[in-house]
Structure formats: structure tokens, C-alpha cells
């Protein structure tokens, strides 16, 4: 009971975790470099995982190698194109269109595991495919389809669109290559892998005249990334599945951008325009159609 009581309290709390990434990458976008951002942020992460999962990571060291060319691409996809791209987009959209945007993603995931790996889609899912992407087209239009007709985006939330598309290619490919590693072990060496694939991009943007600045925001925005939105909203995440299955731990997905955007309007007094609530209209409802099957 006490684990149950634990779990929603935690459900309760979850979206926030996961939210204030976005939102600490709209509060320091002009302050820290993306790219510097997200190879900080995980390299603090495997850090912290470091005393939970590195003696199984040593003992499973061959195996991982072997799985080496895997790694280093769901740490590209997981740590680089989710983590970078983001914050890249960040510097020129709100948080609240990050949120939404990104919210479709596990669309994405039941097209392309139907598209690459034979997943049925049904007639209900297809609507609400549908129906999510025209949401997600809406809030990058702002409402406005001349922008669409001319393609006249804000270039922010083009890189928010990839970041998406990269975030559903990294959970098909998580769940459908096998591996020998368990599932903490495998987060371990899948961050060293996108370190690896990351740190030439790091240094690059440091000798493009962008340094990593040392100082007490850059600090806490790594520290604060790294403990809440990465360790500890995925400690979070795997609790609550625990307990609740994946059923109810799904509800997760309605909650993040919805967080996103009333955190965004409270904390960063961002405005919530028309088009957000039209696509939060489209997207939700077509996110329930598309991922909750029917019994």
C-alpha cells in the first residue's frame, strides 16, 4: 500500500522531473552552449549511475564491446540528437512548443515499428497518427498555414521536430536489438557511447568560440539536468512502472507537456498562444487513440 501511495505521489511529480529539462534549456540558452550542455549533463549522469551499475558494467565489459556499434548509436540518438538538438532548439522557441512538439514522439514510435519491424497498425491508431501530427504542424505553424504554405518555420522548432524524430528511432531501436547487458547496465554504456560520439562536437563548439563558461549557472544547470531530469526523473519512471505497470505509467506522456507548458508560463512568463491549446487539442486525443489499445 505504502509502495502504491509512493508510486502516484511519484506519478504526481514524474512530468515535472522530465519538464524541467526543457525548461532549464529555455532558462540558460543564452548563457551555456547546447552542446556543452548535453555532454555535461551525461557525463555527470554516468556518474552518479557509476556506484548503482559500474561493477556489473566491468564484469559486463565484453559484452558491451561487442555491442560497441549499437551503443554508439543510441548514444548519438539518446544523448546527441535528444540532448543537443534541444537545447539548440531552445535558444529560439518556448518551452511550451518544445513540450507539445516533443509529446508526439510516441507516435512516431508505433509508425516506424509498424513501417520497419511489421507492427499492426489499426484504423484507430492511423486517426491517431493523424491526428497528432496535424497537431504538431499546427503549433510549428503557429496556427497559420501560410507559414506551412511558404515553410517559413522557426528554425527552433524544426530542431525540436528532429530531436522528436530522433527520441522515437532511439526507443524502437532499444526495444528491437537485443542485448546481453541489463537495462541499467546497457543506460550506462549507451551514455559512455553517446559521450563518445558527442565530445568532437563539444570540442568544436568550444574552438568555434562558444567555451564551456565555469561559472555558478553553468554549474548548477549541469548539476541540476544531471541529477533531476536525468537520474533522477528515470529512477522516477522505472518506480512508478514497477508498481503501476506500464498502463497507468503511460499517463506520463499526456502529463509532460502540459507541465511544460503551465511550468513555462508561471516560471519563465512565457504566454500560452491559440495555436498551443489547438495543437494540445489534436495531439493528446490522437496520442490516446494511437498508443492505448483497446482490451
Known amino acids: 500500500m505504502k509502495e502504491q501511495r509512493l508510486a502516484y505521489i511519484l506519478l504526481a511529480i514524474a512530468p515535472a522531473m522530465f519538464a524541467s529539462n526543457m525548461l532549464t534549456a529555455r532558462l540558460v540558452h543564452d548563457l551555456v552552449p547546447p552542446v556543452g550542455l548535453a555532454f555535461w549533463r551525461w557525463a555527470v549522469t554516468f556518474l552518479l549511475l557509476l556506484p548503482l551499475v559500474g561493477p556489473q558494467l566491468w564484469r559486463q565489459r565484453r559484452e558491451a564491446l561487442a555491442e560497441w556499434r549499437d551503443l554508439l548509436v543510441l548514444g548519438a540518438l539518446g544523448m546527441g ?25 510516441p507516435i512516431l514510435i508505433v509508425l516506424l515499428a509498424g513501417l520497419f519491424y511489421g507492427e499492426r497498425v489499426t484504423p484507430r491508431q492511423g486517426i491517431g497518427i ?42 524502437i531501436l532499444l526495444k528491437y536489438r537485443p542485448s546481453k547487458l541489463g537495462l541499467m547496465t546497457r543506460f550506462a554504456a549507451i551514455i559512455l557511447g553517446g559521450l563518445a ?35 533522477g526523473a528515470y529512477q522516477a519512471y522505472a518506480k512508478i512502472q514497477s508498481v503501476l505497470g506500464a498502463g497507468r505509467t503511460g499517463l506520463l506522456m499526456y502529463l509532460v507537456p502540459l507541465y511544460t507548458s503551465g511550468l513555462g508560463y508561471v516560471l519563465l512568463d512565457e504566454p500560452v498562444h491559440g495555436y498551443h491549446l489547438l495543437g494540445a ?7 490516446y487513440l494511437a498508443t492505448v489499445r483497446r482490451h
Open 281 to 287: 487539442a489534436m495531439i493528446l486525443p490522437g496520442l
Open 197 to 231: 560520439v558527442i565530445l568532437p562536437f563539444y570540442l568544436w563548439e568550444g574552438l568555434s568560440g562558444q567555451p564551456m563558461p565555469l561559472t555558478r549557472e553553468s554549474v548548477l544547470a549541469v548539476l541540476f539536468l544531471a541529477c533531476v531530469a536525468s537520474f
Open 130 to 171: 493523424a491526428l497528432s501530427l496535424a497537431g504538431v504542424l499546427a503549433i510549428i505553424a503557429k496556427g497559420d498555414p501560410a507559414i506551412l504554405i511558404g515553410l517559413s518555420f522557426t528554425i527552433g522548432d524544426l530542431w525540436i521536430a528532429a530531436a522528436m524524430a530522433g527520441w522515437a528511432l532511439y526507443a
Open 81 to 105: 540528437v535528444c540532448g543537443a538538438f534541444v537545447y539548440i532548439g531552445a535558444q529560439t522557441t518556448p518551452a511550451s512548443n518544445i513540450g507539445l512538439i516533443y509529446s508526439a514522439s
